[in-house]
C-alpha cells in the first residue's frame, strides 16, 4: 500500500502516540482489503457513541486518544437525549457514564450533533469521499447523494478522521458499485408511501451484501432513507441503485451495464401487505432513521388538536429539532415526545415496553433483539392513529 512522506511519519510516531495508532488501523483495513493508497475525506460519521453500545471498554478506549480531528466529524446516536434525559426515564449511572463517552468525543473534536442523518446537516456532495459507520447513512450517502463510503466501524470511521484519509478500496471504487441483483416491484396503484420499509425488509434478506438495482418504483427522498435503511437492516446492503432515480443508475449504461442480464427477483404488493399486521401495541416510535422536516410536518399534522393515548416518541438530529421548533411544539402539546440525540435501538429508554409499534423496516428488524420488545410495522397514519386509540 502506497504511502505518502507524511503517512510514513504518523506511522513511526512522529505526530504523537494517537494519530500513529489510528495510522495503523488504517494500514491494517487497507492492507487487508488490497488497497492500493488512502483517498482524502470530507466527512466522517462515528459510530460507537451510545454507552449501550460501547460499554466500559469502549469508554477507556475513548479516554486514551489524545488527538483532533482532521475533518468534520459528527456521532451516531447516543443512548439518551442530551439535557431531557430523566424525562426519558434513564437511569442516572447510565446518564454519567454517557456523558463521559461524549466528553472523550468532545476533547477528540467531534461535533457533538448525534444523529443517524448527517447528512441533514453537513452538505455532502456526489462523488465526495466519506467515511460513514451507521448502515443506514452509509445507504444513503452512497445510493442517494453518491458519495462514496464503506461501512465503517466506529474505530476505524474515527481514525480517518483524526487521519483525514480512508484506504481507497470497496465502494470507494466504480468497479465495486455496480448492481449484482435486480428487483421488480410489482404493486401498482397499491404502493403507498409507508410501503418503502416493507419493501426494503423484503428485498434486503433477499439481497445479503449484493448491490441492487430496483425497477418499478418512483420513491422521493425520504422514502429512499427508508428503503436503504430497511435493506442495511434485514440484509447488509450497503449501496442500491432505483433504475432512473438514483444518482449512479444513470450512467450505468454508458459503464457497460444492461440489467435485463440480471437475477431478478419480483416483490408484489399481496408479499408487502403480508408485513403489515393487526395488533395491540404499547408504544409507538417514529424516526428510524432520524427524521426530515417534511416527515415532522406530517406528525404533527396527523397529531393537531388530538392527544395521545400511550407513548408515542419521534426522534431526530438535534439541528433538524432546532430548525422546526413550531412542528416539535405541535407534536408535544399533544403529549407525544420528541427526542434528539438518541434513537429507539440505542436508548435503554425503550427497554422497558412489551410491543412497539413502528413504521420503519429498520426499526422492524432490529427492536427484538435490541429492545427486548415484540415489533409491529404500521404506515405513519397507522402509527399515529394507534397512538391516538383510534
Ligand atoms: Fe438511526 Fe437508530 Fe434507526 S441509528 S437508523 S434511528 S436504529
Known amino acids: 500500500m502506497y504511502l505518502d512522506s507524511d503517512d510514513e511519519k504518523?506511522?513511526?510516531?512522529?505526530?504523537?502516540?494517537?494519530?500513529?495508532?489510528?495510522?495503523?488501523?488504517?494500514?491494517?483495513?487497507?492492507?487487508?482489503?488490497g488497497a492500493e493508497k488512502f483517498v482524502p475525506i470530507t466527512s466522517a460519521q462515528v459510530a460507537g457513541a451510545s454507552y449501550k453500545t460501547i460499554?466500559?471498554?469502549?469508554?477507556?478506549?475513548?479516554?486514551?486518544?489524545?488527538?483532533?480531528?482532521?475533518?468534520?466529524?459528527?456521532?451516531?446516536?447516543?443512548?439518551?437525549?442530551r439535557e431531557r434525559w430523566q424525562e426519558m426515564r434513564i437511569p442516572s449511572d447510565f446518564a454519567e457514564k454517557q456523558n463521559a463517552v461524549l466528553a472523550a468525543y468532545r476533547r477528540l473534536g467531534v461535533k457533538l450533533e448525534c444523529t443517524c442523518t448527517p447528512y441533514y446537516i453537513n452538505r455532502t456532495s456526489y462523488g465526495d469521499h466519506?467515511?460513514?459507520?451507521?448502515?443506514?447513512?452509509?445507504?444513503?450517502?452512497?445510493?442517494?447523494?453518491?458519495?462514496?463510503?464503506?461501512?465503517?466501524?466506529?474505530?476505524?470511521?474515527?481514525?480517518?478522521?483524526?487521519?483525514?484519509?480512508?484506504?481507497y478500496y470497496g465502494l470507494h471504487l466504480w468497479e465495486?458499485?455496480?448492481?449484482?441483483?435486480?428487483f421488480h416491484i410489482e404493486a401498482g396503484d397499491t404502493l403507498h408511501a409507508n410501503h418503502y420499509g416493507a419493501i426494503g425488509y423484503l428485498a434486503g434478506r433477499e439481497a445479503g451484501n449484493r448491490v441492487p438495482i430496483f425497477t418499478g418504483i418512483r420513491p422521493n427522498r425520504d422514502q429512499l432513507k427508508a428503503l436503504g435503511a430497511a435493506m442495511a437492516?434485514?440484509?447488509?446492503?450497503?449501496?442500491?441503485?432505483?433504475?432512473?432515480?438514483?444518482?449512479?443508475?444513470?450512467?450505468?449504461?454508458?459503464?457497460?451495464m444492461d440489467i435485463s442480464s440480471l437475477e431478478?427477483?419480483?416483490?408484489?404488493?399481496?408479499?408487502?401487505?403480508?408485513?403489515?399486521?393487526?395488533?395491540t401495541v404499547d408504544a409507538v416510535a417514529i424516526g428510524c432513521p432520524h427524521c426530515s422536516e417534511d416527515e415532522l410536518e406530517e406528525i404533527a399534522g396527523l397529531l393537531k388538536g388530538k392527544t395521545v393515548k400511550i407513548p408515542l416518541y419521534v426522534f431526530a438530529?438535534?439541528?433538524?429539532?432546532?430548525?422546526?421548533?413550531?412542528?416539535?411544539?405541535?407534536?408535544?402539546?399533544?403529549?407525544?415526545?420528541?427526542?434528539?440525540?438518541?434513537?429507539?435501538v440505542v436508548s435503554p429508554g425503550m427497554d422497558h415496553f412489551g410491543t412497539?409499534?413502528?413504521?420503519?423496516?429498520?426499526?422492524?428488524?432490529?427492536?427484538?433483539?435490541m429492545c427486548g420488545a415484540a415489533a409491529v410495522l404500521g404506515s405513519t397514519e397507522e402509527c399515529i392513529a394507534a397512538a391516538l386509540g383510534e
Open 10 to 33: 504518523i506511522l513511526a510516531g512522529e505526530y504523537g502516540e494517537t494519530r500513529r495508532k489510528m495510522m495503523e488501523i488504517l494500514v491494517a483495513l487497507g492492507k487487508v482489503f
Open 55 to 81: 460499554g466500559k471498554w469502549g469508554l477507556e478506549w475513548l479516554r486514551s486518544l489524545d488527538a483532533r480531528v482532521a475533518v468534520p466529524a459528527v456521532l451516531n446516536p447516543i443512548g439518551m437525549p
Open 317 to 344: 438530529a438535534r439541528g433538524v429539532v432546532q430548525a422546526n421548533s413550531n412542528l416539535v411544539g405541535t407534536i408535544e402539546e399533544a403529549g407525544a415526545k420528541v427526542w434528539e440525540d438518541t434513537c429507539i
Open 233 to 256: 437492516a434485514s440484509g447488509a446492503v450497503a449501496l442500491y441503485h432505483v433504475d432512473g432515480i438514483t444518482p449512479d443508475s444513470r450512467v450505468l449504461k454508458e459503464r457497460g
Open 356 to 369: 412497539i409499534m413502528v413504521n420503519s423496516g429498520k426499526a422492524f428488524a432490529y427492536v427484538p433483539n
Open 130 to 167: 466519506v467515511a460513514w459507520s451507521e448502515s443506514s447513512a452509509v445507504s444513503y450517502a452512497n445510493s442517494v447523494i453518491g458519495a462514496r463510503t464503506n461501512r465503517e466501524g466506529g474505530p476505524s470511521a474515527l481514525a480517518a478522521a483524526i487521519i483525514g484519509k480512508t484506504p
Open 264 to 279: 431478478t427477483i419480483t416483490i408484489t404488493g399481496d408479499e408487502i401487505e403480508a408485513i403489515f399486521e393487526e395488533r
Open 176 to 182: 465495486n458499485r455496480m448492481p449484482q441483483v435486480a
